[in-house]
C-alpha cells in the first residue's frame, strides 16, 4: 500500500513539474503579417476598366522583385493588366498605400476590391492559381487572402 501512495506521489508532483516548465517555455515566433491594403483606386493604374488589376510593387533593390513581376506576367491578358509600381519611380503609390514590403502582388476586381495577394515571390503557378480561383467565386483562399 506504502508503495501505491508512493508511486500516486511521484506521479503527482512530476505532473505539477510539467505544468511548471510548460507555462514557463516561451510562445513560439509568430510570422509577420505585412499590410495589404483592402482597396485601391483603380484611377491609380493602367486600364482602369479591365476586369481585374494585378499590381506587383518592387523595389529597385529586390533581388525576387523580378522573378515576382516575370511571374505575374503570364496572366497578362485583355481582361488582366499587371502593372509593376516600383518604390523609387512610384513612391507616392507605396505611401498611399502603406506598402512596407516587396515584392507584394495585389489583384483587383473592377472596382478596385482587393480580392487576392502575396507577399514574397510566387510559384510559377501561383498567380494563375488565384485568378482562376477568383474566375470560380473562391477568393478567400486565392494566394492567402483569406486572413
Keep these: 500500500m506504502e ?22 517555455r516561451p510562445q513560439a515566433p509568430t510570422q509577420q503579417r505585412w499590410a495589404v491594403p483592402d482597396q485601391l483606386d483603380r484611377a491609380d493604374f493602367e486600364r482602369p476598366g479591365a476586369p481585374w488589376l494585378v499590381v506587383v510593387f518592387t523595389s529597385a533593390s529586390c533581388d525576387g522583385c523580378v522573378s515576382a513581376l516575370e511571374r505575374a506576367q503570364t496572366v497578362a491578358s485583355a481582361s488582366v493588366v499587371v502593372q509593376e509600381v516600383e518604390f523609387t519611380a512610384r513612391r507616392d503609390l507605396h505611401q498611399r498605400y502603406s506598402i512596407e514590403t516587396v515584392p507584394m502582388l495585389v489583384v483587383a476586381d473592377r472596382q ?14 501561383e498567380v494563375q492559381a488565384a485568378l482562376d480561383s477568383l474566375n470560380t467565386g473562391d477568393s478567400e483562399s486565392a494566394m492567402g487572402r483569406g486572413d
Design 112 to 125: 478596385g476590391v482587393v480580392r487576392a495577394s502575396l507577399v514574397g515571390v510566387p510559384s510559377p503557378s
Design 3 to 24: 508503495r501505491v501512495l508512493l508511486a500516486v506521489a511521484i506521479a503527482l508532483a512530476v505532473g505539477a513539474l510539467a505544468m511548471v516548465l510548460q507555462r514557463r
